[in-house]
């Protein structure tokens, strides 16, 4: 079936213009992840949602960040008047519920500030 | 405070010889913890993960809760097995928290 799939795979802007990326996550899957991945760093925790409980927002890293997942499914991850320090690989996993369940990453999307 | 800790960026061994990547954590409770590997154009993927107790693609992981350590083993490294390998931990919170990545070459 289906893997996640993210959209645009690539995305430049310019500093102080708002982005919207995409998750589409697996079919039937509860639990959704959205990560960041800066040069050289690790992949950074940002915002998961389990069902329809209220999301843990604690990394996202500043109230320019925000997440929302419509119907349980398709996630938008805005950043607002982006920053260069913003650039990274933003990666979504799903999986069928928290805690030990196996994370499906989607392919990433690239997001160059300039 | 960084709960997953990977020392080595890069490791090289060669093909036949055994491998060792090593993770450290740091977490009050009982955490979960989890190897990932990104193959070269491939996405993140789990490797295993300690609650199965399980062995993939020859790899273990032994959890040290006294050492506070998830290193990952294999006896006989293959070429195939390189890549970007994560370690990762999940808790309570159910966020996660993955590692630097170690970039594992198998020298033929």
């Known amino acids: 079936g289906a893997g996640v799939s993210q959209s645009p795979s690539n995305k430049v802007t310019e500093k102080g213009k708002d982005v919207e990326l995409r998750c589409d996550p697996i079919s039937g899957h509860t639990a959704l992840y959205w990560y960041r991945q800066s040069l050289g760093q690790g992949l950074e925790f940002l915002i998961y949602?389990?069902?329809?409980?209220?999301?843990?927002k604690s990394g996202l890293p500043s109230d320019r960040f925000s997440a929302e997942r419509t119907g349980g499914s398709v996630s938008t991850l805005t950043i607002q008047r982006t920053q260069q320090e913003d650039s990274a690989v933003y990666l979504c996993?799903?999986?069928?519920?928290?805690?030990?369940?196996?994370?499906?990453f989607g392919p990433g999307t690239r997001l160059t500030v300039l | 405070a960084q709960r997953v800790t990977q020392p080595e960026k890069l490791l090289s061994v060669f093909k036949g010889a055994p491998v060792e990547l090593k993770c450290n954590y740091s977490?009050?409770?009982?955490?979960?913890l989890f190897w990932y590997v990104q193959y070269s154009r491939q996405r993140l993927q789990l490797l295993l993960r300690?609650?199965s107790r399980e062995s993939i693609k020859g790899f273990t992981a032994d959890l040290n809760k006294g050492e506070t350590s998830f290193h990952l083993k294999k006896p006989f490294a293959q070429e195939e097995d390189s890549a970007m390998y994560y370690c990762a931990l999940t808790g309570t919170g159910n966020q996660f928290y993955f590692g630097t990545g170690t970039s594992l070459t198998v020298i033929p």
């Open positions: 977490y009050s409770g009982s955490p979960e």
């Open positions: 949602f389990q069902g329809n409980s209220a999301p843990d």
């Open positions: 996993a799903s999986s069928s519920g928290l805690g030990f369940y196996e994370q499906f």
């Open positions: 300690h609650i």
